[in-house]
């Protein structure tokens, strides 16, 4: 995947022109159950009347399925730490190398970026603070010394930039997707990291499967709403990169 941010948001346009409605900083403060449905507040005092609320939160997945009493699943943020790089003239990647991976983490990888830029990564540290997003100084050593074995032409080359992304990870569990059992009519799907991304339409089409049964009609399975592609300021990663020199493009 080597645009997230631009699926990310072409999938939520299709939505919008298929219906639905995106609301932002619309941060869940209570759930409670309202006869055949639930009452969601939100943080600025509204309240949404619902049949069914699908709690994909991410890394506060756990935060929301307490507010129906559910404790069975905790997140807790695994960081991963990315660094970019700029191949010299005459240099170009143009696959995703990948490790063999061990059973805590698929390893550091080296893929292309549309704009011509190269990245390595990630780390996997786990961590307790959801809202760390800054990246170590010993990082780049450690992915460096990978990320040549993987591709030698990094060898010598310093990082233009730098970010770090937190991983949802769920302690002791993995892909928690299911109604819960304090109220069903709250489906958590939780404690899903890297590969949530490219399963994120099959996991849509599992959980949609997963409605009528609590009154929700759900129609035949169809294709993406055509929709207006977003405008993107310059390449996905700069949003979150901390720069290490001025980038040439």
């Known amino acids: 995947m080597r645009d997230p941010v631009a699926f990310t948001q072409a999938l939520a346009a299709s939505a919008v022109a298929a219906g639905a409605s995106v609301e932002l900083n619309a941060r869940v403060t209570g759930i409670t159950p309202a006869g055949d449905g639930l009452d969601i507040e939100i943080a600025d005092g509204r309240r949404i009347r619902v049949a069914a609320a699908v709690n994909a939160a991410g890394l506060y997945a756990d935060e929301v399925a307490r507010l129906v009493g559910d404790d069975s699943f905790e997140i ?145 399975l169809r294709p993406p709403t055509p929709a207006a592609a977003a405008p993107q300021d310059g390449p996905w990663w700069q949003r979150t990169a901390r720069y290490r020199s001025h980038p040439s493009a």
Request: charged share 25%.
């Open 76 to 220: 807790y943020p695994r960081k991963g730490e990315f660094f970019v790089f700029e191949l010299p003239d005459g240099q170009t990647l143009d696959r995703i190398i990948l490790p063999v991976p061990t059973k805590r983490t698929k390893g550091v990888l080296v893929f292309p970026t549309l704009d011509g830029k190269v990245v390595a990564g990630p780390t996997a540290v786990d961590l307790d603070d959801k809202e760390d997003w800054s990246v170590r100084p010993e990082a780049r050593d450690e992915i460096l010394a990978k990320a040549v074995q993987q591709f030698p032409a990094l060898e010598g080359l310093e990082p233009i930039a730098s970010y770090a992304g937190l991983r949802p990870a769920g302690r002791d569990c993995n892909y928690v997707i299911g109604r819960s059992e304090k109220n069903g009519r709250l489906i958590n799907v939780a404690a899903i990291r890297s590969t949530g991304l490219t399963a994120s339409l099959g996991i849509a089409d599992y959980v949609a499967g997963m409605l009528p049964e609590l009154g929700v009609s759900v129609g035949d």
